[in-house]
């Protein structure tokens, strides 16, 4: 049996890779980990897609091999970067470019209302509206180590930037066509 556990984590710090540790209450530790929460909910959503959704579960699957890309980039000191690999374990300009083309092939075929979307049309589209959350907080997260000094370069946060809009643009499609999910800013009945 493989042990899973080493308890070197045991005194409230964390492993980086290429080296250091820091306490699992980082604002490192916290982008990372909130990405590996929206892995786990794109998961759901892919696992809620049925037959007819290949398209969008494979896009989907795409979505968590970046935010892992993104994940690895965040774990590693930023002091190691120069040891990471594009497209791999830290995040490119390409990446984010093939994200914007996924978003512009979903957008072009959802008429978007002028009203703000209430999350629920179907399972899967508010499924996929929970990931876009956890992205953008994510993305809240990995600002703050932007403005620590904490990162080497931007890009990470322009992938996280079109990845919660790239979960949008799918939830819209997988969504159902109801006026009412676009009615929540109106007026209230009095």
């Excluded at 996929?128 to 990470?156: F, N, P």
């Amino acid at each position: 049996m493989v042990k899973i556990y080493t308890k070197k984590g045991d005194d409230g710090t964390t492993s980086l890779w290429y080296g250091g540790r820091v306490p699992k209450h980082h604002g490192r530790t916290d982008a990372y980990g909130t990405l590996d929460e929206a892995c786990s909910q794109l998961g759901l959503a892919r696992a809620l897609c049925g037959g007819a959704q290949e398209e969008l579960a494979g896009d989907i699957l795409r979505l968590q091999n970046d935010l892992f890309v993104a994940g690895a980039e965040l774990a590693t000191a930023p002091q190691a970067a120069e040891r990471l690999e594009d497209g791999i374990s830290r995040t490119t300009e390409p990446m984010v470019a093939e994200l914007e083309a996924a978003i512009d092939r979903y957008m072009e075929r959802v008429e978007l209302p002028p009203k703000f979307v209430i999350p629920g049309g179907t399972t899967l589209s508010a499924q996929l509206d929970v990931a876009r959350t956890v992205i953008r907080r994510a993305e809240r997260r990995v600002s703050e180590l932007k403005a620590e000094g904490e990162l080497q370069g931007e890009t990470v946060i322009h992938l996280l930037n079109r990845a919660s809009d790239l979960a949008y643009a799918m939830a819209r499609f997988a969504d159902v066509e109801d006026p009412a999910l676009f009615e929540g800013r109106g007026k209230a009945a009095g």
